[in-house]
């Protein structure tokens, strides 16, 4: 799997050019799940233009209620006609707006009791991994995330430290097989071999075209989830192409 952050860009007519110039490349590949997450007001409009296409939709956030007096937050059910994907507990979300483990997790139960399929991201920050933390963080906030969830069906996990995001300097794909490998073997522990044999773990934190190739070689890995280089057609579609030639 290959998805797009947007992230904060992008306004309605932009997103829509924007896919409008990758649509036609990425419906062409059909080894990968091609994922693209346009910010909130341009979900209606983007999944028009992928409608009938193999390319799939995602939120970059959701909050937990159903509905209610929350003003400005978007609610699952909103979501769950739009479209099938959604980022929770990205990093940006637990710096700027406060996001706790316990939150992740009440989001991610909230998803899934309406089907959506969440795609969790976990990762230290650079102190962390400085103080050799790195496996404690990642294992913690993966326990967190999950408390009492009982089904993992559909769950994808983004493993993304926060030192790698946005910053140019990503991981090596040795580190960030090493840790996804980690993940996997923990889910295992929560749940059983089966479910962490067949979850879908993505590596995120400054994946460019000429990097992929490193991440995608790796054993644990099985895509990537894409920031600043999402927003460029050419250098998306290469990416899923250069995934789809490996997974081949
Ligand atoms: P960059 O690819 O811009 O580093 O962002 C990664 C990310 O946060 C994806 O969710």
Same mark, same amino acid.
Request: charged residues 25%; negative net charge; glycine residues 8%.
């Given at each position: 799997?290959?998805?797009?952050?947007?992230?904060?860009?992008?306004?309605?007519?932009?997103?829509?050019?924007?896919?409008?110039?990758?649509?036609?490349?990425?419906?062409?590949?059909?080894?990968?799940?091609?994922?693209?997450?346009?910010?909130?007001?341009?979900?209606?409009?983007?999944?028009?233009?992928?409608?009938?296409?193999?390319?799939?939709?995602?939120?970059?956030?959701?909050?937990?209620?159903?509905?209610?007096?929350?003003?400005?937050?978007?609610?699952?059910?909103?979501?769950?006609?739009?479209?099938?994907?959604?980022?929770?507990?990205?990093?940006?979300?637990?710096?700027?707006? %406060?996001?706790?483990?316990? @939150?992740?997790?009440?989001? $991610?139960?909230? *998803? +899934?009791?309406? =089907?959506?399929?969440?795609?969790?991201?976990?990762?230290?920050?650079?102190?962390?991994?400085?103080?050799?933390?790195?496996?404690?963080?990642?294992?913690?906030?993966?326990?967190?995330?999950?408390?009492?969830?009982?089904?993992?069906?559909?769950?994808?996990?983004?493993?993304?430290?926060?030192?790698?995001?946005?910053?140019?300097?990503?991981?090596?794909?040795?580190?960030?097989?090493?840790?996804?490998?980690?993940?996997?073997?923990?889910?295992?522990?929560?749940?059983?071999?089966?479910?962490?044999?067949?979850?879908?773990?993505?590596?995120?934190?400054?994946?460019?075209?000429? %990097?992929?190739?490193?991440? @995608?070689?790796?054993?644990? $890995?099985?895509? *990537? +989830?894409?920031? =600043?280089?999402?927003?460029?057609?050419?250098?998306?579609?290469?990416?899923?192409?250069?995934?789809?030639?490996?997974?081949?």
């Amino acid at each position: 799997m290959i998805a797009g952050n947007w992230k904060m860009n992008t306004t309605v007519s932009e997103a829509t050019e924007l896919v409008k110039a990758m649509r036609a490349g990425l419906d062409q590949i059909d080894n990968v799940d091609k994922v693209i997450c346009p910010p909130f007001i341009s979900l209606a409009s983007v999944g028009e233009l992928i409608k009938g296409s193999s390319i799939k939709l995602g939120a970059q956030n959701v909050y937990f209620a159903e509905k209610g007096a929350y003003t400005g937050e978007i609610s699952p059910l909103m979501l769950a006609d739009q479209c099938e994907f959604v980022i929770i507990g990205h990093s940006e979300r637990r710096q700027y707006f %406060n996001e706790t483990g316990e @939150i992740v997790n009440k989001k $991610i139960v909230a *998803a +899934l009791k309406v =089907g959506l399929k969440p795609i969790l991201c976990i990762g230290e920050r650079l102190e962390e991994n400085e103080a050799g933390r790195t496996e404690e963080v990642v294992s913690e906030q993966l326990r967190s995330s999950l408390a009492e969830i009982a089904y993992l069906n559909s769950l994808v996990i983004a493993y993304e430290p926060v030192w790698a995001i946005g910053t140019g300097r990503s991981a090596t794909g040795k580190q960030a097989n090493e840790i996804i490998g980690l993940i996997r073997r923990n889910t295992a522990k929560l749940y059983d071999k089966e479910i962490a044999r067949n979850m879908r773990i993505l590596y995120g934190g400054s994946v460019t075209a000429d %990097n992929t190739a490193e991440f @995608i070689n790796q054993p644990e $890995i099985d895509g *990537a +989830l894409v920031g =600043g280089a999402s927003l460029k057609a050419t250098e998306f579609l290469s990416i899923v192409r250069q995934t789809s030639e490996i997974k081949k």
